[in-house]
Structure formats: structure tokens, C-alpha cells
């Protein structure tokens, strides 16, 4: 088993935490991620609980497996930082923005102009 430093550790930690609270907010059991990202539900619990560290292979498909992407899962580790030794976002409102980026992503042209214009509406209301 390979040692960790104590950055890493941390790190693998907030990747377990952001994967099982994306994983839950999807109301999705460990099973159904497990099997579309092609490992089984006892691998995936270890990864979210902080024990394993996956590979940057099992972490893609783990996340692709949620309609996300590897980059994403790192701007939320990025966005947090330690506050006397408890884990706390910079800007709460960053992590929306992450799911907002997510969809606007997959919309097309029209459909994209027509978000930025209820956003505008909506700031001015």
C-alpha cells in the first residue's frame, strides 16, 4: 500500500466526500454509480469514505458515470479551504455555479440565449 503525504491524503478525502454528496444528490445508490463506471459498490464506498485513493482512470469514469467530469470535482476541492481544521467552501454559491456551468454545457445555442436571458431578468427583479 502506498504512503501518502498529507496533502494527498486530504485530497483523496475531499474527492470520497464530493463523490458520495454528488452520488446521494443524485439519489443514486453506491451500486448504480458502481456499475456504470465498471467497479463493484465495496470499491466505491471505500473511495468516498477516504480509505482508497482511486485512479485517475476509476475517478474519470466514476464521475462520467455522473454526468460530470474530473476538472469539476477539482474546482470544488480548489473552492475549499481549511478553517481550523474543518472544510468550508470559499463562496457557498460557487458549488451552484459548478452545477449551473454542468447543464448550460448541453444546451444548444438557442437554448443557451434564452438562459442568459432569464438570468438578466432575473437580476433585474
Given at each position: 500500500?502506498?504512503?501518502?503525504?498529507?496533502?494527498?491524503?486530504n485530497r483523496a478525502m475531499h474527492i470520497g466526500e464530493i463523490l458520495k454528496k454528488r452520488r446521494e444528490g443524485r439519489f443514486e445508490?453506491?451500486?448504480?454509480?458502481?456499475?456504470?463506471?465498471?467497479?463493484?459498490?465495496?470499491?466505491?464506498?471505500?473511495?468516498?469514505?477516504?480509505?482508497?485513493?482511486?485512479?485517475?482512470?476509476?475517478?474519470?469514469?466514476?464521475?462520467?458515470?455522473?454526468?460530470?467530469?474530473?476538472?469539476?470535482?477539482?474546482?470544488?476541492?480548489?473552492?475549499?479551504?481549511?478553517?481550523?481544521?474543518?472544510?468550508?467552501?470559499?463562496?457557498?454559491?460557487?458549488?451552484?455555479?459548478?452545477?449551473?456551468?454542468?447543464?448550460?454545457?448541453?444546451?444548444?445555442?438557442?437554448?443557451?440565449?434564452?438562459?442568459?436571458?432569464?438570468?438578466?431578468?432575473?437580476?433585474?427583479?
Amino acid at each position: 500500500m502506498a504512503q501518502w503525504s498529507v496533502g494527498s491524503e486530504n485530497r483523496a478525502m475531499h474527492i470520497g466526500e464530493i463523490l458520495k454528496k454528488r452520488r446521494e444528490g443524485r439519489f443514486e445508490t453506491l451500486e448504480d454509480v458502481a456499475f456504470r463506471a465498471g467497479t463493484d459498490a465495496s470499491n466505491l464506498s471505500r473511495i468516498e469514505r477516504g480509505l482508497q485513493q482511486p485512479s485517475i482512470a476509476l475517478l474519470e469514469a466514476l464521475v462520467g458515470a455522473m454526468d460530470s467530469c474530473v476538472s469539476e470535482l477539482y474546482i470544488e476541492i480548489e473552492q475549499r479551504r481549511q478553517v481550523r481544521g474543518v472544510a468550508e467552501p470559499r463562496e457557498p454559491w460557487n458549488a451552484d455555479l459548478t452545477r449551473l456551468q454542468r447543464h448550460f454545457r448541453v444546451l444548444k445555442a438557442e437554448q443557451r440565449a434564452l438562459l442568459i436571458e432569464i438570468a438578466k431578468l432575473l437580476k433585474k427583479y
